[in-house]
């Protein structure tokens, strides 16, 4: 019996995809969410996509089939193998399926987990292809690096969800903020869930909003672009992760688009070269009825402390605070 050397990254750069995210969870509970049916089915693929598991035999030479639903109704069937596992280190398997009733689509997928520090996971997907133009027509039909970056995010959603009961407990990183409105709390709740209210008072004073666009339930997403006085813009964008009429909001939001002064600010010892640092955000927002007026309560839960307080000191809490005068405001002319 002879043992077939697996190629080295070097000899099959041309024809693999590689993508890679830390999460805030520690590898035993990244391996779990991995191999448990339940947990995969509720994170696998791109955002706006569910799955159905038919078969999920988690063990060297057994099978996985399951079936990805695209949000235009389209289905993509997937059968793959394992072929390697190592707990709680590597999950290696061969994968073939495609687009229903289109050309199929044929890879080697291999999914390892590093501890990084206390309670954080480095995450490496690898896909190898039989050839660079397979590769190359899956990351043009189908978006297989977006997807990808896509699936590791809602991966950790998944397990941050896991870690705070699908709400935004508290962490070293947590900026939270309370007011109490003179309204019901019907009314801010549509302040907040459409458009054309939230384009009113959201940012500090001066500030508007061009941009405000908002898909309000789980899995929609959303995009704001704030522009200052001087023309500047500031967006942000993200998807909801629960909604909860009229008692709550939890929004996962990407701030990465943010102009390179304002990444300075918050990291100046950023590597420009590397780029923009992904800088997002898990923001909840709770309305509590309280004798006729609502009070609010908006914790938002970033990656560190050290993150919060360089926010804090560009004005964070001064931007919210205008923010809420702002929606007092709006909800007095009501």
Request: hydrophobic residues 35%; aromatic residues 8%; contains cysteine.
């Amino acid at each position: 019996m002879t043992t077939r050397k697996k190629k080295s990254h070097k000899e099959t750069a041309d024809r693999e995809i590689v993508i890679t995210r830390v999460v805030n969870a520690p590898r035993d509970l990244v391996w779990e969410a991995w191999t448990d049916p339940k947990q995969v089915a509720q994170w696998w693929g791109p955002r706006g996509f569910t799955t159905t598991i038919q078969e999920m035999d988690v063990r060297v030479g057994g099978v996985w089939k399951h079936v990805m639903h695209g949000p235009d109704g389209t289905d993509y069937p997937n059968k793959s193998v394992f072929t390697e596992l190592v707990k709680p280190e590597r999950i290696v398997f061969s994968n073939g399926g495609g687009k229903k009733g289109g050309k199929g689509v044929h890879f080697e997928s291999t999914w390892t987990f590093e501890t990084v520090k206390a309670g954080k996971t480095k995450v490496t997907i690898r896909m190898v292809f039989p050839t660079t133009t397979d590769r190359d027509r899956v990351v043009k039909e189908y978006g297989a690096i977006e997807g990808g970056k896509q699936t590791l995010g809602r991966l950790a959603e998944h397990l941050g969800g896991m870690a705070t009961g699908g709400s935004a407990e508290s962490t070293d990183g947590d900026f939270v903020i309370k007011r109490v409105f003179d309204a019901p709390r019907e009314q801010v709740w549509k302040a907040w869930t459409e458009p054309k209210r939230i384009a009113k008072w959201w940012g500090p004073r001066k500030f508007t909003n061009p941009v405000c666009e908002m898909d309000v339930r789980v899995g929609g997403a959303f995009r704001i672009v704030m522009r200052g006085q001087d023309g500047v813009d500031y967006p942000a964008k993200g998807f909801y992760r629960e909604v909860v009429k009229p008692v709550r909001l939890v929004m996962a939001m990407d701030h990465s688009e943010l102009p390179d002064e304002w990444h300075d600010m918050v990291n100046p010892r950023r590597d420009k070269m590397a780029g923009k640092p992904a800088l997002e955000a898990l923001t909840q927002v709770t309305l509590e009825e309280q004798d006729g007026k609502t009070k609010l309560t908006i914790r938002v839960r970033l990656d560190s402390a050290r993150v919060r307080d360089a926010l804090l000191k560009i004005g964070m809490n001064e931007g919210w605070s205008q923010s809420l005068d702002r929606l007092d405001e709006l909800l007095a002319k009501s």
